[in-house]
């Protein structure tokens, strides 16, 4: 037999990654796969940054978005985007914008940024493919300086690189922040898709101003339609059904509690001294345990026990910033201009601990085209959702394959529009681009029930609708015999001096009562009818 040869031995050679390194590798996770999607993805990062500066803080929002080709014939875009809000203190500008994971919204409160991430993608994007920075001017409210910075990213130690820093006076006191950034784009192909988010974004934002100046000088307005802000959020403590053993770690080397009673009642939302007790007592755990003498198995076994203790007081919607159905129903007519709109927006629920709102509208008739599936706009956190679109929860629900549309006398082709948004302090994306969302069971059947409730809404307009179509049809019919029974009759009754005006006078009271229909409606109904009723 051969003698074995000997395997030779294998050196794999191995490196870390810092968080900038990573995602200059893979942009595609957060959405800057090609010019065109980092074209519209960066014009989004910005806009919600600057619509989180503002509505989230109980300001109006005023924002201006431009995007300007840099040179003729070249696909250099300049992307601006100017707020209102309430700016960024200086000593945190760098970081906020030279720093991938660097964030102010890493809390449990609902914003439309999570990751620390977007505002970095574009800057980096825009410096590997065009080699220039980003540059922020910005205003902190009451501030009397106006600070600037030129910034790049360090991308192999994740860090920024500050080029220039200056001071202006600011006589005005104006506060907010415009960036303004160069990246490689593809206006015509993402064209389409950055007015549609402009667009959706104005729809879900009615009480902000939006003006937007495209490369071409195309100018586009959105008024303020509303002054009514949504509900501001407020920063919550976690619930006890949302912890794992990393979070229970993180919250005792954060805490001073002596006991565990005292620990739980402190860290931990809607539990109070006597709920801890109760839970402990439950649990089998000591009151007086110092919290910081668990070990991991104590750990482990804490936060399973947490998890299934069912007699916590339900997550606190305080954190969430629903629309409301007023600002969802201004929102639809003034940009779809529909004939009738629902908005409903349901009680706080929860899913492993988070708290979320759902809220549907439904908007029908009017200027919308009719279309063979319902035009779906989707929102999380109020933000557009505009890929991805058949693989998104929202999708899944009101797809007539699953939804029966009829039940509520829709049938398609028909002019329906459905906007869902889903509130939370975590919705569960399927990547940090924020495209769709997962289909977790408790999600999904707020929705269905959301949007099974403004579907009966509709469903009585609709009613009501047919209705009045079914006795115009009447009335029409009947016009055209009044005149000559009108006439007849009125010659049967002369000796009894009664004018063909009173007798097809008589005969119209008679139908509308007939009709059961109101005085006004009925006018409606007639309004346009060949014969003029008041002759
Ligand atoms: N227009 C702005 N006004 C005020 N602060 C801003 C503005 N733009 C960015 N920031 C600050 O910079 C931080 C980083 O923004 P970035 O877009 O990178 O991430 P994010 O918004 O926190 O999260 P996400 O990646 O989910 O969008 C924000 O958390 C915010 O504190």
Avoid: C
């Amino acid at each position: 037999m051969p003698p074995k040869r000997q395997r030779a031995a294998v050196q794999e050679s191995f490196r870390s990654m810092t968080p900038s390194q990573f995602f200059y590798e893979y942009k595609e996770v957060a959405g800057f796969g090609s010019p065109a999607r980092a074209l519209y993805q960066t014009v989004r990062e910005l806009v919600e940054n600057a619509l989180d500066a503002t509505d989230v803080h109980g300001i109006l929002p005023d924002i201006t978005i431009v995007i300007e080709r840099v040179n003729e014939n070249s696909n250099y875009y300049r992307i601006t985007v100017e707020d209102n809000g309430i700016g960024i203190q200086p000593q945190y500008v760098p970081y906020a914008f030279g720093q991938v994971l660097y964030s102010s919204k890493y809390k449990l409160r609902q914003a439309r940024g999570r990751f620390g991430l977007g505002a970095k993608m574009a800057i980096l994007y825009g410096q590997i493919r065009t080699g220039r920075p980003v540059e922020v001017y910005t205003a902190p409210i009451g501030s009397r300086k106006i600070y600037y910075f030129k910034l790049k990213i360090d991308i192999e130690h994740n860090r920024p690189i500050v080029l220039t820093k200056a001071e202006y006076p600011n006589p005005k006191g104006w506060h907010g922040t415009r960036v303004s950034l160069v990246i490689e784009g593809d206006w015509w192909h993402s064209k389409h898709r950055v007015y549609e988010y402009i667009k959706r974004t104005a729809i879900a934002a009615p009480y902000a101003n939006i003006v937007f100046i495209d490369p071409n000088g195309n100018v586009v307005i959105y008024k303020r339609s509303i002054s009514k802000l949504p509900k501001q959020p407020k920063e919550v403590k976690p619930h006890p059904h949302g912890v794992d053993i990393e979070l229970l770690k993180q919250l005792i080397s954060g805490s001073q509690a002596k006991t565990m009673v005292e620990f739980l009642a402190e860290a931990f939302r809607g539990v109070g001294r006597k709920t801890a007790e109760a839970f402990l007592e439950w649990a089998g755990i000591a009151k007086n345990l110092d919290p910081h003498s668990l070990d991991d198995r104590q750990l482990e076994l804490l936060a399973r026990k947490l998890r299934e203790y069912q007699k916590f007081r339900a997550p606190s919607a305080d954190a969430l910033s629903p629309f409301g159905p007023e600002i969802i129903e201004a929102g639809l007519r003034s940009i779809l201009k529909p004939e009738f709109v629902a908005a409903v927006t349901r009680r706080p629920r929860a899913y492993e601990g988070h708290p979320f709102i759902v809220e549907v509208g439904i908007a029908y008739g009017g200027e919308i085209p009719p279309t063979n599936e319902p035009i779906l706009l989707r929102y999380a956190n109020k933000i557009p959702l505009l890929y991805d679109e058949k693989s998104d929860v929202a999708w899944k629900v009101v797809d007539p394959h699953n939804f029966d549309w009829r039940n509520y006398l829709v049938t398609f082709p028909a002019p329906v529009a459905v906007l869902t948004h889903i509130a939370s302090t975590k919705v569960p994306y399927k990547s940090v681009g924020k495209e769709s969302v997962a289909d977790v069971p408790e999600i999904e059947q707020e929705l269905r029930n959301a949007l099974r409730e403004a579907a009966r809404r509709l469903r009585g307009y609709l009613l009501q609708k047919r209705k009045e179509e079914e006795a115009k049809r009447r009335i029409i019919t009947f016009m055209k015999y009044t005149p000559e029974i009108a006439k007849s009759l009125a010659v049967i009754l002369k000796d009894y001096n009664v004018s063909e005006h009173t007798v097809r006078e008589m005969l119209l009271s008679a139908m509308k009562r007939r009709l059961r229909i109101e005085d006004d409606k009925f006018a409606k109904l007639v309004e346009g009818l060949e014969v003029d009723i008041e002759e």
